[in-house]
């Protein structure tokens, strides 16, 4: 039986006492119902509430149950349809922002709800507007209440998110427990994907992860010292062998080959001998499910570096390298679309 979220009454309760609280199911299925329903519950306290009270227990979903949505979307930017970003503000004039990307495949809207685990980041990249602020981490609700807002977004144009990422602002495994704790549910209700640039908690997450975690890492540069120069902290903090090591362990663990991520910025990491010297790394350490290439944005934190956005003849030589060392390599020119609203990678959390 679907609940109909306008229906919410007797029909409603019944549903919510038998098929989402049937006694032997678990919090997941309540989170998967509220991400369902999201619109209908965020804009509707009594039945969010209600239907919180009713279900049945989950620790991350508690803070929920007790205090009720805590978040509220301040502002939305572009649409449902092509994607867009909230500013969510959070308790204690606290701002994040959430991104939703749509890619098309084949005809169908394919919409990605890009949640921050943090509001700022520590770790500095040279590239990213989020360094400029310092990391707070989000607990595991405001990670959460950004799927439901984003959910609500897209359910008002008759869509709906299959994947989340963990691609806004700030680093997850700085945030480690409250992003578990996240991933938990979220693994549950979407295909779910956690970028990291490569700090330590990742030797942990592999064996306290949920078994369909994907990973996507963020590598930026195929040697060390370049490594250093665009990403500071995180560079230092794992070299590179040691990261790829990690990151085999986890595909193992998993079996899912890693999804790497490579910011292509002009005349810095954009060359062929760059492409060469990527393919070799990655095909002697991972099994490696694809390599994502993403022009660079426009920051206020790269210009002053004066990093460019590399042309796009440049990006495409640069995954033909890649392609041609047998790697399924794209290029993600997407994220253009985002920078007229300031939700392009690397652009997150520069207002408020
Ligand atoms: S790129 Fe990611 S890890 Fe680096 S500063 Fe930005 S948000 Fe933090």
Redo the contacts with the bound molecule.
């Keep these: 039986m679907a609940l109909k979220p306008w229906s919410f009454g007797p029909q409603a309760r019944r549903f919510l006492a038998t098929s989402v609280l049937d006694g032997h199911q678990v919090g997941f299925d309540l989170w998967r119902h509220l991400a369902k329903h999201a619109e209908f519950y965020c804009r509707n306290q009594d039945t969010w509430n209600l239907a919180l009270d009713l279900g049945p227990p989950c620790d991350a979903l508690t803070p929920m149950r007790e205090r009720s949505i805590l978040s509220r979307v301040v502002r939305s930017e572009g649409d449902a349809a092509s994607g867009g970003k909230l500013v969510i503000a959070l308790p204690g004039n606290k701002q994040i922002e959430t991104a939703i990307v749509v890619s098309r495949k084949r005809s169908a809207t394919q919409p990605t709800i890009c949640v921050s685990s943090q509001a700022g ?5 040279r ?2 507007d ?2 400029l602020r310092r ?1 707070v981490d989000l607990p595991a609700w405001a990670i959460l209440e950004q799927v439901l807002h984003a959910e609500a977004w897209l359910q008002r144009a008759n869509l709906t998110a299959s994947n989340v990422v963990f691609m806004g ?3 997850p495994l700085l945030n480690y427990s409250n992003t578990l704790e996240a991933l938990n549910l979220l693994c549950r209700s979407h295909k779910t994907t956690l970028s990291t ?1 490569g700090v330590p908690p990742l030797r942990r997450l592999a064996a306290a992860a949920p078994r369909n975690l994907r990973l996507a890492v ?1 590598l930026h540069a195929p040697r060390q010292e370049l490594r250093e120069e665009l ?1 500071p902290v ?1 560079g230092r903090a794992l070299k590179l062998e040691e990261l790829l090591s990690i990151v085999r362990g986890f595909e193992e663990s998993t079996g899912f080959g890693a999804l790497i991520q490579y910011i292509l910025i002009k005349g810095v990491n954009d060359t062929e001998e760059d492409a060469n010297q990527l393919a070799e790394l990655i095909a002697a350490h991972l099994r490696c499910a694809g390599i994502n290439l993403i022009p660079y944005n426009p920051t206020q934190a790269g210009s002053s570096f004066g990093y460019q956005s590399p042309s796009d003849a440049a990006c495409k030589r640069f995954r033909q390298v890649l392609r041609q060392r047998g790697f399924n390599a794209t290029i993600r020119f997407s994220t253009k679309l985002g920078r007229s609203w300031s939700a392009a990678c ?1 652009q ?1 959390g520069l207002e408020g």
């Design positions: 980041c520590a770790m500095a990249c590239f990213c989020t360094g990391g602002m700030g680093e640039v963020s990403l995180a690397g997150l």
